[in-house]
Nanobody, 119 residues
């Protein structure tokens, strides 16, 4: 069973930076996308950033120019570099991996890591 483990969350002041990591417990074949979502209290979970198997990236408008997603397939890891953090970035951040093997789709989720931006 594949497990995704996030790390790197914490408390940071506005304007600061954090780097989130998400490591898979085992190699995931046929990855389609690796993504980061976030969920703030009282709000729905939203897609923050995604990277496809071909390396194409996509970002929510609210984080464009501040966040960068990257991945290291050899290490089964996806990263989210977050710069110029704002209080509204406060949320639980979740790692997600979508894979497809033949006609079967697989969705893997991490347990989440808390990011708090506050002075």
């Amino acid at each position: 069973q594949v497990q995704l483990v996030e790390s790197g969350g914490g408390l940071v002041q506005p304007g600061g930076s954090l780097r989130l990591s998400c490591a898979a417990s085992t190699r995931i074949v046929s990855i389609r996308t690796m993504d980061w979502y976030r969920q703030a209290p009282g709000k729905e979970r939203e897609l923050v950033a995604a990277i496809t198997s071909g390396g194409t990236t996509n970002y929510a408008d609210s984080v464009k120019g501040r966040f960068t997603i990257s991945r290291d397939y050899a290490k089964n890891t996806v990263y989210l570099q977050m710069n110029s953090l704002k209080p509204e970035d406060t949320a639980v951040y979740y790692c997600h991996v979508a894979a497809q093997l033949y006609a079967t789709l697989y969705d893997y989720w991490g347990q989440g890591t808390q990011v708090t931006v506050s002075s």
